[in-house]
């Protein structure tokens, strides 16, 4: 976001189209439909409280900004003095029909500083909400990629049932027969409850990203159907790329550079001069009063003046007061400002570390379902061809079914490091400030 640009969020016509769509959606499409990726974000951060906050301080630093402007520009007020009831004897001063004065500030340098900080504030703010924008995004963004993966993971598993159904009954064939001891049934059936577990698990994961995701984006979670083509890839990066100037950390900064011009205003109010200027017009009545019999000639009925104060300090200990607060809390933006840069860094630095090591487990369960798939072929072509002249004994039915709930066994733990994997890359782009790259791919998906 361009900070010259008025602090409102902008939305051009293709985004409010877009938001339209993605609103359509989960209000008038069937509840098998698809949303793709740029849809629940778009809506997420439409929804977004964490955002509509943002905005509001946006709204506020906007405020306060013009605040300190406006006191140089004149201020007008109009008031009546009319009396209730009819005055007797003197009452120190003229009642008056109605008065007006205008009032501004003609010169204070602490002024400038407190306009400086105003608009730095401002700029802060923005820098938040662009923050809380990003941060939206790939909180959605996150959601959405692991419920495709539980999704798929839930398919491979209820595979993984067909396979251990099958082998039970072939165990409990082969105990029977006396060919296998009666632990082998047991074995079987272990084997089908622990992969059992892990569907329930699965299932339970995926009804709480839904509800997730209802509530980020506002729609149903039945009409929340992943669409695995509208997610783009992550790219592989490193924490020796590049960084872009991060939001969260330029709006700290900004913060704390608004704290300093603040306690530097205070500082200068207590020591340099303030120049106002006034003017007051008072139209005069002798309605309901005798005010006439206490002054030499007639009250004129128009009266007017005006002039320049001039406010010099020379003691004032609750400002000198403020004036320490405001150091105070300068100081204190500045270390929170630096404590923000290093927890990004620290970030970084561990985030390059895991990925390093989740990108050797993904290559390495990639490379055990390819081995497994492997196996099982070799296991189907012997199971259909038999050995021929091999001395190998045949392959059974049994051994079938575990080369199969073994070879998907294999496929689950690779899609679950490729999750983590793309997981820990997309928390790297952020810290590096290149999570809008990503996101600007949705938009062409």
């Known amino acids: 976001m361009n900070l010259t640009e008025p602090l409102s969020l902008k939305l051009n016509s293709r985004t409010r189209c877009t938001l339209l769509l993605a609103t359509l959606v989960g209000t008038v499409l069937p509840a098998s439909a698809q949303v793709s990726l740029s849809s629940v974000v778009l809506l997420a951060q439409r929804n977004s409280s964490a955002i509509r906050l943002a905005q509001a301080d946006v709204d506020k630093a906007a405020a306060s900004l013009a605040e300190t402007r406006g006191i140089m520009i004149p201020s007008l007020q109009i008031g009546s003095g009319l009396p209730v009831f009819p005055s007797v004897g003197f009452t120190g001063s003229p009642a008056s029909i109605w008065s007006a004065s205008v009032q501004s500030l003609v010169f204070g340098i602490p002024q400038k500083h407190f306009i400086d900080s105003a608009k730095l504030g401002r700029k802060a703010a923005v820098l938040n909400l662009k923050e809380a924008s990003e941060q939206v995004a790939l909180d959605a963004s996150l959601a959405y990629i692991e419920l495709d993966t539980v999704q798929t993971e839930l398919a491979t598993t209820q595979q993984q049932e067909e396979h251990t159904a099958r082998l039970i ?71 020796t790329a590049s960084a872009n ?49 206490y002054y030499a000639r007639r009250l004129p009925a128009n009266n007017f003046s005006s002039g320049i104060n001039v406010q010099i300090p020379l003691f004032d200990m609750a400002h000198l007061a403020k004036m320490h607060a405001s150091s105070a809390e300068a100081l204190r933006a500045k270390t929170e400002a630096e404590q923000a840069e290093q927890q990004n860094d620290l970030q970084v630095a561990t985030l390059s570390g895991t990925i390093r090591q989740l990108d050797a487990y993904a290559e390495v369960t990639s490379l055990k379902q390819q081995l497994a798939t492997e196996q099982l072929q070799t296991v189907l072509a012997q199971m259909e061809f ?24 294999k496929a689950l733990d690779a899609l ?24 600007d791919e949705l938009k062409t998906k």
Do not use: C
């Not at 059936?189 to 984006?217: F, G, P």
């Not at 550079?257 to 017009?281: C, I, L």
């Open 169 to 239: 009954e072939i165990e409990q064939q082969r105990a029977e027969a006396g060919v296998d001891p009666a632990s082998a049934v047991i074995e079987a059936k272990l084997t089908a409850a622990e992969i059992r577990l892990k569907r329930v698990q699965l299932e339970a994961r995926a009804q709480t990203l839904a509800a997730q995701l209802e509530a980020l984006t506002g729609l149903s979670k039945e009409a929340i159907q992943v669409d695995h083509k509208s997610i783009p890839e992550v790219p592989s990066i490193r924490g």
């Open 245 to 293: 100037p991060l939001p969260g950390v330029e709006a700290a900064r900004m913060q704390a550079r608004a704290k300093n011009m603040q306690a530097k205003g205070d500082n200068e109010t207590h020591y340099w001069p303030q120049f106002n200027f006034g003017a007051q017009y008072n139209r005069n009545t002798t309605l309901l009063n005798n005010a006439n019999n």
């Open 386 to 409: 038999g050995n021929g002249a091999s001395s190998t004994p045949q392959i059974t039915p049994k051994a079938e079914q575990l080369a199969r709930i073994e070879e998907r066994q």
């Open 416 to 439: 679950e490091a490729n999750f983590n994997l793309t997981k820990a890359r997309l928390g790297l782009l952020r810290a590096l400030g290149h999570i809008t790259d990503w996101l």
